[in-house]
């Protein structure tokens, strides 16, 4: 019922800046919670940022100051600006969308976005 579609990935050397973006489409008036997060090849998925429909966000220490969310609720769309990026930074990056009423996890997922952070 509801479809997230990430981009803004790529190649980009380390010190750089990248901005991802996720598109949510189908029914979304039940979201409340939408983020980020990323799994490098080998580990487990980890969440890097996340924003509620009334704007309040958190982040994981290893992005905090680096990485800002946002969203636009009229373009029903969330963002991820990257910023001082690192080699380990290099990931597949993950849109996600959580329902109201719930504390954690998220109920849909995009299918991802590769970055890749030379140095």
């Known amino acids: 019922q509801v479809q997230l579609v990430e981009s803004g990935g790529g190649l980009v050397q380390a010190g750089g800046s990248l901005r991802l973006s996720c598109a949510a489409s189908g029914i979304i008036f039940g979201i409340n919670v939408m983020g980020w997060y990323r799994q490098a090849p080998g580990e487990q998925r980890v969440m890097l940022a996340t924003i509620t429909s009334g704007g309040i966000t958190n982040y994981a220490d290893s992005v905090k100051g680096r990485f800002t969310i946002s969203r636009d609720n009229a373009k029903n769309t969330v963002y991820l600006q990257m910023n001082s990026l690192k080699p380990e930074d290099t990931a597949v990056y993950y849109c996600?969308?959580?329902?109201?009423?719930?504390?954690?996890?998220?109920?849909?997922w995009g299918e991802g976005t590769l970055v890749t952070v030379s140095s």
């Open positions: 996600g969308a959580r329902r109201r009423f719930k504390n954690d996890g998220m109920d849909y």
